[in-house]
């Protein structure tokens, strides 16, 4: 049997014979139950507490709707029940526009109605309230949950921003490698300026110089654009085909692949995404394939369209995945790699990037051979 829901039930009539009904209908219900026999007394029962108001319209002192606002001080979810012995629309009216639950005419056909409207009245108070206690429960909940996904995305900004960084490690040397060359170059050319007397000469090895310079500019401008912390940046239209190009070029300087290892056949294509967090995908799914591929492999990357949709592979010739390692290899730390090799997050965070611009990613065998990845991302419109 369900519980009744407990309370203060303060009860007010002016009349001692509808008083001592009252207290006779009411004595075996398990309310704290006050009982006034004017306005006054009804105040000062209120202020020690009130759940439910059953109050005479009409007292000597007090109105009883007056008593019914006073009760609303109180209690903010007081309820109120109005005796009258005249029953009238304008009584009806006038409990209505208090929010009165409900009002009785005095004398009652059945006084055994009063306990039920009373009990009525507890109830509906205790679902108002247990309503109230669950928004406030769904509300801190809420906002926990908000906290936590707050807290979410800044580990993830981090958790790709440092993988990003241990990337730099794997192109670093390959990077200083091709870079040296061309140092070289300027200053040997710096050197022979100093020595050199015919301006023709030196002209053109000012010129050569600026070449050089300008190719090392553009190597460290590409590194330090992959490693850039790109949450502060905001989505824009980007050119994929751009960023898959500077990914291949990032890949190759690194010493990973020879330039020759790697086919890239791309249409023009935009998304909205951010340029770092696109090339980073690249330099994962290139540098991956030739691994995979091995110094004789190939590699070949094809961006191209389904639609409204951007579809880029990137293939390689290499052994495939395992086919127990297709359903897995986007989890964190699963990596097919030999120990020490490899984080086992790469692949973890181009899903993460991929998904987070409502793309896609997957991965499988070719028929003919090597593992295959495809990533599909909405199309935008170029700027």
Known sequence: ???????????????????????????????????AANGAEAKA????????????????????LELIRYARECTEDAEAIVLTGYASLDTALEALKLEAFDYIVKPPRDVFEIPKKVRAAFERQHIRRENRRLL?????????????????????????????????GTLAAGVAHEISSPLFGVMGLAEAIVDEDNLAD?????????????????????????????????????????????????VVRSGAASEQAISVDAAEAW???????????????????????????HVWVNIAFDGDTVVATVAD?????????????????????????????????????????????????????GAVFTVRLPATEAP
């Open 45 to 64: 029962a209120m202020d020690a507490g009130v759940d439910v108001l059953l109050t005479d319209k009409n007292l000597p002192d007090i109105n009883g």
């Open 202 to 250: 030196i002209h053109e090895y000012a010129g050569e110089i600026v070449s050089y310079s300008r190719a090392i500019k553009e190597i460290v401008v590409g590194l330090t654009g992959y490693a850039r912390d790109a949450k502060g940046d905001s989505d824009t239209p980007v050119d994929l085909t751009a960023a898959a190009r500077d990914a291949v070029r990032l």
């Open 271 to 297: 998304v909205q995404a951010r340029s770092g967090e696109l090339q980073q995908i690249f330099v994962n799914l290139v540098r991956n394939a030739a691994e995979a591929a091995g110094p004789a492999g």
């Open 1 to 35: 049997m369900k519980a009744q829901p407990g309370g203060r039930l303060v009860v007010v009539d002016d009349e001692p014979v509808i008083l001592n009904v009252l207290r006779s209908v009411l004595a075996d219900e398990p309310w704290d139950v006050a009982f």
């Open 317 to 369: 010739d290499g052994p495939g995945l395992p086919e127990d390692a297709v359903s897995q290899v986007f989890d964190p730390f699963f990596t097919t790699k030999a120990p020490g090799q490899g984080t086992g997050l790469g692949l973890n965070i181009v899903y993460r990037l991929v998904t987070r611009y409502r793309g896609a990613i997957t991965a499988g065998n070719r028929p003919e051979g």
């Open 136 to 168: 406030r429960e769904l509300s801190e909940r809420n906002e926990a949950l908000e906290t936590a996904l707050s807290e979410l995305r800044r580990t993830q900004s981090e958790l790709i921003q440092s993988e990003k960084l241990a990337g730099i």
